[in-house]
């Protein structure tokens, strides 16, 4: 599917994409409704009804992935609830596998990712996933989501790239579109970005379920 020799530059979204979305799934649609009920002695499905709605309307916002606007917003220690659940933090099915790939096939790996700082300290310890990477370019440090073009012009005056020598791979429909637009060649996009939910039958992009799908049969030789 993608020809190795054209790519200098692969992105890499992290949660969805290297990290199973299961863990953000289930804390912001059932761990964090249950708990802001307890810690406010409300009703759990009152509660539910009400916040899940309050939560999306701020979709493909930066205030989306900030952990500090979600607990001001609602009053609680949100990255204190996450660590409750750290323990549903993990990767995708053979993402390290691709990623050890990546280190050996010497392509530059770029984390470019939504996830604001405080997701990022607590994933990348968890994971190791820093360790696969040369560099990390959350929206959060730009200021603008990558849903946007904003992001990607500031992405090339961070990390300079050749879009037409790029490979970019993220579960989100939206960011990929943006991503086409900025004029980066090579798009993949995930059909199962949470292990727990179904695979997505139709997408926009060309998918994989596994990163192995991407990988060339006789992979090239690496650098002595």
């Not at 190795?4 to 059932?30: A, N």
């Not at 989306?64 to 609602?74: A, F, I, P, Q």
């Not at 990477?133 to 959060?140: C, E, K, P």
């Amino acid at each position: 599917m993608i020809n190795w020799s054209r790519i200098d530059t692969v992105l890499l979204d992290m949660d969805g994409t290297l990290l199973d979305l299961h863990f953000d799934s289930h804390f912001w649609l059932e761990h964090l409704p249950r708990r802001y009920a307890e810690l406010h002695k409300l009703d759990h499905d009152q509660v539910k009804a009400e916040l899940i709605p309050i939560i999306l309307a701020e979709k493909g916002k930066l205030n989306w992935y900030s952990l500090d606007y979600w607990s001001e917003r609602l009053g609680v220690d949100i990255v204190a609830l996450k660590h409750e659940i750290q323990h549903l933090i993990g990767f995708r099915a053979d993402a390290m596998d691709f990623l050890t790939w990546l280190k050996a096939a010497h392509p530059r790996v770029i984390l470019a990712t939504n996830a604001d700082r405080k997701s990022l300290e607590l994933k990348l310890k968890l994971t190791g996933l820093e360790d696969y990477l040369d560099a990390v370019v959350s929206s959060a440090d730009v200021g603008i989501p990558k849903e946007e073009q904003g992001y990607w012009q500031a992405l090339m005056k961070i990390e300079p790239f050749d879009p037409a020598r790029t490979l970019f791979i993220d579960d989100n429909e939206d960011v990929l579109e943006s991503a086409r637009h900025f004029g980066i060649a090579e798009l993949i996009t995930i059909t199962q970005p949470d292990s727990q939910s179904p695979i997505r039958q139709m997408t926009e992009f060309p998918a994989v379920t596994r990163f192995a799908e991407l990988q060339p049969v006789n992979p090239p030789k690496t650098a002595s």
